[in-house]
């Protein structure tokens, strides 16, 4: 029994050790759920897609349909929508999707990227049935509904 | 109900309330195992009353605190970062729980601090919308405000301890330092001038003239109030300010060579730099003045090991300042290795978290705010925890948060509030980062430096932990010799020589024996060991054989060894007290050893002092001239003079080179005349000549051996060998050469031996030739209460050809006793005499195990002393 203190502070030791690493731990985990929730929230983020057609001589050609975020046009095989055409600048112009909306920016093409004719300067929101054009080709964007969940 | 919903009920939804309940919860096992402490150290339970209670009021106020300052917030900001005030919750219980247990006056005060200082943050919680547009607005009254305190010290400053820099303002109990809010009135004016210039950013030095007017304003009334510390600070928020504002790296570059050159100037000029940059790459030089505080530091970390010493059991107090300069130490001493990671993590958690808000601040005014208090916890913080553990040099700041100190704490209370806010104001579309570069690097610094930090602490608690804890200054050491009993000293045939007496917390060591003070030594709290006391530590002290699972459950619950073990010796407490009656009066030493295994029978060292008195005479011991704390049988380095001539007879005998004995029997060497120190009887023969000690005849017989069997005699003799024995002995390194035999002949070369040295030669010449291993523990008392028998630490060693041994001995034969004995004379390079007494048993009339060798030395140039001294010690020791 001389030992019955000393046994019971080791014990206390243990414990407050066992609590300090709790205290850290939990924090650490906190944090990690946090990112984790973030990025969920970012995969998750749901991106209304695009639907462009291309305005040739004979009216609206046929509809493409994208679900990225972020769409490149230019002639680089790399671009999501790649334009064969000698008006359009490897990389033209870029569609992007942020803060709940599409916006549409030139990249320093040398041509130019127009909405509804005209030129633009800075990032712009599109709306739906905008008229786009980069260099020589013309095309029309919608949005396509989001199914309420 | 399980445990899963139990916890899940404990920890409430929100973030922060959790993790205070968690901190609240290492706290309480924090403050429990404070208050039982008392019981574990005294190892008894005397009621509640022993036990320490006090710190119960500084927990009770921390819970209260922050029981109310997380729910004000939560209503107040509820957008805040959600860690930053758990952090701080746990890092000031901690320190406040670490002051009450160092010093309880300071807990107490700095339990009003924490009281203090929450409710002035719940108080300002209400002006949440003003405040930091305010600070912003008043920029420049606020800085001239912090100026004109700071200024203040130089007409009214004091220091609350008594002595230092006159830092403080205040009186009647009551003190404040300015220069510690001005670290945050620097970073608001900082932050608030760069918000407002940013847009107009032309080029650095336009942009900065105004800074760097303020900063060495700020930087001058540091420094001529030789706050050092506090200066640092302010380079390392100035700095990191101005580098993320405008993310060229050549400010970091330019600040740290000016930073340079200051340490370099201020080694050179400044007498207090001088000496804690000497003290920071050598603290060994002088641990017991101007390092004495950061080798105790690094002790404390040593002491503290892995998982440290438990609340209340360890000795930080030790440490000078420990409740605020070295408060970590402290911390790392109870917590351990485990206690000063976990520490540096929350410091280092805190200030990454200020860094993510900067990040997310709504303006570049908010976001320099958040990266300037970044930048002051981190470099404060590392400054003291670096000082702490020799990363860097040592400057007195506070570790924020923890340390003592109110200007400390309500400082970094206000550095919380402004955290609380701007990050209450973050947004999703937080302002643009021009350059995130620059947050990155901090924070990659800030990751390096607490990284290497803690490396360090692993290196002092972990590899060179346990060296540490046997260095002398390590207080920690007497203090268990008073709680745990310590091993006695019996004499061969079971009396006490020297025991431990008293009860648990207050054990002291008794001499009986004072006369054999030189021999046994002492164990003392202010002066040491010495003798076997200090050579058999670790036996008397429970340190070696003990049964393993006892050591570590008494290293685990106490810190402390086992109770000690008792030590049967070989001396004999008889023949001690005759030698010591004997020698009463003279200088010298006399050894006795049983020749045949090397037991040493007696030892005796005059003049000699009391171990029971040490405190009373230690002055007068060290300065008095008669050296008594000498053990001059172990330690004395004498001459051989001409007693060696037994050994060069023997040897001659073996070479076969005996010479004709001389005509002239003195011998003139460096302008003296050596003379026989008896006549001899017959001058034809070489036996007598030997025993009389005649110079002539021994000059003689070196030059016939030459120097290379000299020395090679020498050397089997043991002259250049420690004898083996638990005491730090040393011996003459081997010459390569004797140039002159004939000197070495009659002992006047550079050879220097001690009494058990020769008396171990003399053990040769009485047991055929061979020399044995000394021993002076014989056996220790195990655990179980029975004996356990002790090794010698040597090998016995042929060192002389053993019937060539026998047939000297035989010759230099007494002619009323039964021994051999001879007498010599050797001469110092001070002039001063000394006589060698050399006898022994003869093996024709002795049985095996009774062979018994003598050496007496004095001091003084008496030599039928000498003879009957020696004489009447063998002859007692013959009866054994």
Known sequence: ?149 | MNVAQAIRRWMPASNSASLIRLAGLFLGFYALALTLAPAVRDRSFDGLSELNWGHWFGMLMWAVSFYFLDRRIRKELPNRDVFIVPLVAILSGWGLLTIWRLTPFFGFRQTLWLGLGTAFFILALRYKNEILNALRRYKYLWLLAGFLLTALTFLFGTNPSGIGPDLWLGCCGIYFQPSEPLKLLLIIYLAAYLADRQPLMSGLVPLLAPTVLMAGIALMLLLVQRDLGTAWVFVFIYTILIYVASGKRRVLVSSLLTLALALIAGYFLVGLVHARIDSWINPWLDPSGSSYQIVQGLLALAAGGIFGRGPGLGSPGFVPVSHSDFIFTSIAEESGLIGAIALLLIVLLLSLRALRISLLARDAYQRYLAVGVCAYLASQSLLIVGGNIRMLPLTGVTLPFVSYGGSSLLTSFVALLLLCLVSNETVNRATPVSRTRTTQGVGAGLLVAFGIAALICGWWAVTRGPDLLTRNDNARRSLSDRYVPRGAFLDRNGQLLSETIGEGGNYQRQYLHPELSSVLGYTHPNFGQAGFESGLDPILRGEEFQPALDLWLNHVLYGQPSPGLDIRLSLDLKLEQQAAELLANEAGAAVVLNASNGEILGMISQPTFDSNNLNENWETLLDSSGSPLLNRATQGAYPTGTALGPFLLAAARAQSTIPDPPAELSFAVDDLQLECVRQPLDAAVWSELVAAACPGALAELGIALGGENLLALFDDLGFYTAPALDLDLRAQTMPSTLERPGNAGVGRDELRISPLQMALAAAALTHYGQMPAPQIALEVETVEGGWRQLQPEGEPVQALNNTLAQATAQNLASATLPIWEVTGRAIGDDGQIYIWYLAGTLSEQTEEGEARSVVILLESDKPALALSIGQALLLAAMGQ
């Not at chain 1, 300090?20 to 650490?28: D, K, S």
């Not at chain 1, 057609?53 to 679900?67: A, K, P, V």
């Not at chain 1, 929101?125 to 969940?149: H, P």
Request: net charge negative.
């Open chain 1, 1 to 149: 029994m001389e030992n019955f203190s000393a046994y019971l502070l080791l014990a206390l030791r243990l414990l407050l050790a066992l609590a300090l690493y709790a205290f850290l731990g939990w924090t650490f985990y906190i944090i990690w759920r946090d990112l984790r929730q973030q990025a969920e929230s970012l995969t998750h983020l749901r991106v209304p897609p695009l639907l462009i057609s291309q305005i040739g001589e004979n009216g609206l050609g046929e509809q493409l349909r994208f679900t990225a975020p972020e769409i490149v046009i230019g002639r680089h095989p790399n671009c999501e929508w790649v334009l064969a055409n000698e008006t359009v600048s490897t990389k033209h112009a870029r569609l992007l999707f942020h803060h709940d909306q599409w916006w549409l920016e030139d990249l320093h093409s040398r041509n130019g990227t127009f909405l509804n004719e005209q030129i633009l300067t800075s990032p712009v929101v599109l709306a739906n049935d905008d008229r786009v054009r980069c260099g020589q080709v013309n095309f029309d964007i919608r949005f396509e509904e989001l199914s309420k969940k």
